[in-house]
């Protein structure tokens, strides 16, 4: 599932100096140079929804990113890049100490006091709600703002409500101890499972003030008594962040991030910024900062010759253009083996580029996809083989041959061998075991809707060719039902076990295999037996091309029956045509049943009698519907010389 | 005796089969019910990792978990594995056939549906991202029309690179002609080729896959899906073979 990022029109702007295209020319060069967005209301809309993919998440999921995107698609530089502006030199201070154990990558602590935390500026609120989220204080909305801007999650905590000894403070980041629990803020309390990830409070026996990487808990709030915070600008194992979300069904804007494993880079420059933005706005004195970055992280350069490039987009780009598409995408290359290859040193932010192919795809969508032309496969060294398919597909032709209408039912059943830890439907926790109960049901569904559908045949009969899956495997099997619409399900038994009979012994040449059920009108064959490439070998399916759907109605239908005297040698049709001439617009189905003439000379007469099937896709009808349209066709054959309603 | 009537997904498959039967493609077939490294690991979906939330999925109660397939590219995977055995450097295979998806219906998402997933593998150069546009191309053309026209857009499945979404210009009889998204695609992941036993540097090939419904949907006129899979034979007889 896509991250949908929300993006502000007037945020991106601030990344460029040109004004940027309307919403919708926006959208447009962004769909076809990177990740779908959202159709947008408007061409006036402010807001961007991007449809952020896995693969880029870990630099997509900000307004930075998507400007560095916006300025590759529509061919304008970034006016400025807050991640190739240099970092400050912080001062260090001993008053924040900093453990990580494993899961941490990196934690910056930095220590502000003197703030003042009150409403946040009229600007910063606007920026927040224009992506839907909610201001809260100068302080919080700070560290959100830098995340939805920069990438980087932050969180401030309030200093004062943590031990402090020494005159210092003391995190540490480590796994739970069963049992352990944490009240969040918004007031909810998570047991934790063991080996959670926390930020703690060293000084206070471990108390947990975080999940890391997720959410800040309740116990050090910043609220409007704050005045000393301690800023925290961390970079959190991914695996460990998604797991713990997942199991504690707690999903964050800053989970989201860290799961999709955001460079440890990005720290310095998220507090970077939460600290220019936090002094400005919020006022109080930066004390100091501790980086605990115990692996620091760098991409590796990553190569691709100019031949594979277009051995694997099937183009003949030169590096001249394949060049200039990195130089688009901002990325940093050389011409490397004489102008064969091109190696990029990734920027730290990109920690998708890892592989050739990775390059491949930049410079493909760089350059545009649209100018990828068609090509055909060459012939194919030996010929494909279908005989499987073939073999199935006779099966099924001689089913169809034999009157059957063949229908698809849920692979997942009330029964089974095989449950389900996560059922959709909780009354289908198993996967099938059998074909035969979906097909029963279905054949009684047949034969209801028999009238309508089928006319006034003798049987219904229907079959499925599908998998089923018992203790001893996956096993394709063959289901087939008959019924008898107006005898006795004796003779529907009948008429399967014929069916049956030429099934196994004309066409798979087999002993009689097949499991009846219930009262023998339901029976089910196992196909594994059989020997299907030699049965497709060389066989032809017949064409059986379908045409447009008519939707059928979800209302019952309702059934009348005419019988009329007609004179000697009126046609089938001219009756037909009365009927439904006078029937109006319910009439959905018209059937001869019976025809017999009597009389001779002067007497002679012809009896037709029809079946009406009558529908609406509105509604059940009632005799309210059916007694007047019948009575107009019973006036309107009586009306015709000679003719008399039975 | 009256004819029986044949399910519009039969119908459709065999149609697909024939259309990619003239490219050189076979029709391969694997378990519903598989495992998690066929469906998962060897396309780079590990457990631990976001992509596994592109795909709502089901997990039986067994030990190992096996998953009802969310895709047929786990075929792909087999015969790809196949290819490694037998020592072959190309393979054309399509898989049209159900899989499974954990997710709320509604009139365009099902639980089981149909999917046509395909692979094309040969020696490096000979199958590429041009190729998979020219199958496309002959493909539509064949199944929905002359006028139909093939697009891509940047996208990402975890085992293709580069990966791209499918469009396709329909022009429906009686409707506004327009863009319809109709599958995923791209290049296979070197990675996805090795974890198959092949050679990256040897091989290389495009697989992609789409919705069978959808196309049938969009072909037919259907605006529903949930009637694929009801069992019912008022939807089967909805299709009139007589306007084919």
């Given amino acids: 599932?896509?991250?949908?990022?929300?993006?502000?029109?007037?945020?991106?702007?601030?990344?460029?100096?040109?004004?940027?295209?309307?919403?919708?020319?926006?959208?447009?060069?962004?769909?076809?140079?990177?990740?779908?967005?959202?159709?947008?209301?408007?061409?006036?809309?402010?807001?961007?929804?991007?449809?952020?993919?896995?693969?880029?998440?870990?630099?997509?999921?900000?307004?930075?990113?998507?400007?560095?995107?916006?300025?590759?698609?529509?061919?304008?530089?970034?006016?400025?890049?807050?991640?190739?502006?240099?970092?400050?030199?912080?001062?260090?201070?001993?008053?924040?100490?900093?453990?990580?154990?494993?899961?941490?990558?990196?934690?910056?602590?930095?220590?502000?006091?003197?703030?003042?935390?009150?409403?946040?500026?009229?600007?910063?609120?606007?920026?927040?709600?224009?992506?839907?989220?909610?201001?809260?204080?100068?302080?919080?909305?700070?560290?959100?703002?830098?995340?939805?801007?920069?990438?980087?999650?932050?969180?401030?905590?309030?200093a004062g409500k943590l031990a402090a000894r020494d005159g210092g403070y003391a995190i540490e980041v480590r796994g739970s101890r069963a049992p352990e629990a944490i009240t969040v803020l918004g007031g909810t309390t998570y047991e934790l499972p063991e080996g959670t990830l926390l930020v703690t409070d060293a000084n206070a026996d471990g108390l947990p003030i975080g999940i890391a990487g997720i959410k800040g808990g309740e116990a050090a709030q910043v609220t409007d008594g704050t005045t000393t915070l301690l800023v925290e600008a961390a970079n959190f194992d991914g695996a460990r962040v998604r797991a713990t979300a997942q199991r504690l069904k707690l999903f964050t804007d800053a989970s989201s991030r860290f799961q999709n494993r955001p460079s440890p880079e990005l720290v310095a420059y998220g507090m970077r910024d939460v600290l220019a933005l936090i002094l400005d706005i919020a006022g109080g004195e930066l004390v100091g900062v501790t980086d605990v970055y115990p692996q620091r992280t760098a991409p590796a350069p990553v190569s691709v010759p100019l031949a594979r490039l277009n051995a694997v987009l099937g183009t003949?780009?030169?590096?001249?253009?394949?060049?200039?598409?990195?130089?688009?995408?901002?990325?940093?290359?050389?011409?490397?083996?004489?102008?064969?290859?091109?190696?990029?040193?990734?920027?730290?932010?990109?920690?998708?580029?890892?592989?050739?192919?990775?390059?491949?795809?930049?410079?493909?969508?760089?350059?545009?996809?649209?100018?990828?032309?068609?090509?055909?496969?060459?012939?194919?060294?030996?010929?494909?083989?279908?005989?499987?398919?073939?073999?199935?597909?006779?099966?099924?032709?001689?089913?169809?041959?034999?009157?059957?209408?063949?229908?698809?039912?849920?692979?997942?059943?009330?029964?089974?061998?095989?449950?389900?830890?996560?059922?959709?439907?909780?009354?289908?926790?198993?996967?099938?075991?059998?074909?035969?109960?979906?097909?029963?049901?279905?054949?009684?569904?047949?034969?209801?809707?028999?009238?309508?559908?089928?006319?006034?045949?003798?049987?219904?009969?229907?079959?499925?060719?599908?998998?089923?899956?018992?203790?001893?495997?996956?096993?394709?099997?063959?289901?087939?039902?008959?019924?008898?619409?107006?005898?006795?399900?004796?003779?529907?038994?009948?008429?399967?076990?014929?069916?049956?009979?030429?099934?196994?012994?004309?066409?798979?040449?087999?002993?009689?295999?097949?499991?009846?059920?219930?009262?023998?009108?339901?029976?089910?064959?196992?196909?594994?037996?059989?020997?299907?490439?030699?049965?497709?070998?060389?066989?032809?399916?017949?064409?059986?091309?379908?045409?447009?759907?008519?939707?059928?109605?979800?209302?019952?239908?309702?059934?009348?029956?005419?019988?009329?005297?007609?004179?000697?040698?009126?046609?089938?049709?001219?009756?037909?045509?009365?009927?439904?001439?006078?029937?109006?617009?319910?009439?959905?189905?018209?059937?001869?049943?019976?025809?017999?003439?009597?009389?001779?000379?002067?007497?002679?007469?012809?009896?037709?009698?029809?079946?009406?099937?009558?529908?609406s896709m509105e509604r059940t009808l009632s005799d309210a519907d059916l007694d007047p349209a019948m009575e107009c066709v019973t006036a309107a054959l009586n009306a015709l010389p000679g003719w008399e309603v039975r | 005796m009256p004819p029986g009537r044949i399910h519009p997904l039969s119908s459709a498959a065999r149609d697909m089969a024939a259309i990619f039967a003239r490219m050189g493609f076979g029709v391969a077939y694997g378990p519903e019910l598989e495992d998690e490294f066929h469906n998962f690991d060897a396309l780079r979906v590990p457990a631990d990792h976001p992509a596994r939330d592109m795909q709502d999925t089901f997990w039986t109660k067994e030990d190992p978990r096996r998953v009802p397939r969310t895709h047929t590219t786990s075929v792909s995977v087999r015969c790809m594995e196949a290819m490694a055995r037998e020592g072959r450097t190309e393979c054309r295979v399509i898989a049209p056939a159900k899989v499974f998806r954990n997710e709320a219906t509604d009139a365009t998402h099902e639980a089981q549906f149909y999917q046509l997933d395909g692979v094309a593998v040969g020696p490096v150069g000979t199958v590429t991202l041009a190729h998979l546009k020219g199958t496309f191309e002959y493909f539509y053309r064949a199944y929905l029309g002359p006028s139909a026209k093939v697009r891509f857009r940047p996208s990402f499945f975890p085992f293709v690179e580069p990966g791209v979404e499918v469009d396709v210009w329909y022009e429906a009889p009686g409707k506004e002609p327009r863009w319809l998204e109709v599958a995923g695609a791209g290049m296979l992941h070197p990675e996805v080729i090795a974890n198959c036993g092949l050679d990256p540097e040897t091989v290389a090939g495009f697989a992609f896959g789409g919705g069978i419904e959808r196309l049938v949907m969009i072909k037919h006129g259907v605006p529903d899906i949930r009637g694929f899979h009801a069992g019912d034979i008022r939807f089967v007889y909805g299709f009139d073979p007589a306007a084919a």
């Fill in chain 1, 1 to 158: 599932m896509a991250i949908i990022q929300k993006a502000s029109r007037a945020w991106l702007q601030k990344y460029f100096d040109a004004p940027l295209p309307d919403a919708r020319t926006l959208a447009d060069a962004l769909t076809f140079h990177v990740a779908e967005i959202e159709e947008p209301a408007s061409p006036d809309s402010d807001l961007v929804e991007v449809n952020v993919l896995p693969d880029r998440a870990q630099y997509l999921l900000c307004h930075r990113g998507v400007a560095s995107e916006v300025a590759g698609a529509l061919r304008v530089p970034l006016a400025r890049d807050p991640l190739a502006e240099p970092l400050p030199e912080w001062p260090a201070t001993d008053q924040v100490r900093v453990t990580l154990g494993d899961g941490a990558n990196r934690f910056i602590g930095a220590l502000v006091t003197c703030v003042t935390v009150g409403p946040s500026p009229e600007w910063l609120r606007a920026a927040l709600e224009s992506v839907g989220q909610r201001s809260i204080n100068n302080v919080v909305d700070a560290t959100n703002f830098v995340m939805l801007d920069i990438g980087q999650p932050l969180h401030a905590f309030d």
């Fill in chain 1, 316 to 615: 003949e780009l030169g590096i001249v253009e394949a060049s200039a598409a990195l130089d688009r995408l901002s990325l940093p290359y050389a011409v490397t083996g004489d102008g064969a290859s091109l190696t990029v040193v990734p920027p730290f932010w990109r920690t998708d580029l890892q592989v050739a192919e990775d390059l491949v795809e930049e410079i493909g969508r760089a350059v545009g996809y649209d100018r990828i032309a068609g090509a055909q496969l060459p012939p194919p060294g030996t010929a494909p083989s279908l005989d499987r398919f073939y073999g199935i597909e006779r099966v099924r032709d001689f089913m169809l041959g034999r009157g059957y209408a063949e229908v698809s039912t849920p692979s997942f059943a009330p029964e089974g061998a095989i449950g389900l830890e996560n059922p959709l439907q909780q009354d289908r926790p198993y996967l099938r075991a059998s074909l035969a109960p979906n097909l029963a049901d279905a054949l009684a569904r047949a034969a209801l809707a028999a009238p309508r559908v089928l006319g006034p045949d003798r049987f219904a009969k229907v079959f499925e060719i599908g998998n089923a899956f018992t203790a001893d495997g996956e096993t394709l099997m063959l289901a087939a039902g008959v019924a008898a619409l107006n005898g006795k399900p004796s003779e529907a038994a009948a008429a399967l076990r014929e069916d049956l009979d030429a099934l196994e012994g004309e066409l798979l040449g087999m002993p009689s295999m097949a499991q009846c059920t219930g009262d023998r009108t339901v029976a089910e064959l196992c196909l594994e037996g059989v020997n299907l490439e030699k049965l497709g070998a060389g066989y032809a399916p017949e064409p059986r091309a379908l045409g447009p759907y008519r939707p059928y109605s979800p209302y019952p239908s309702a059934l009348r029956d005419v019988a009329v005297w007609t004179p000697a040698g009126t046609e089938e049709s001219e009756v037909a045509n009365a009927i439904v001439g006078a029937a109006g617009d319910l009439l959905a189905r018209l059937d001869l049943f019976d025809r017999f003439e009597k009389g001779e000379g002067d007497d002679a007469r012809i009896s037709y009698a029809f079946r009406l099937v009558f529908e």
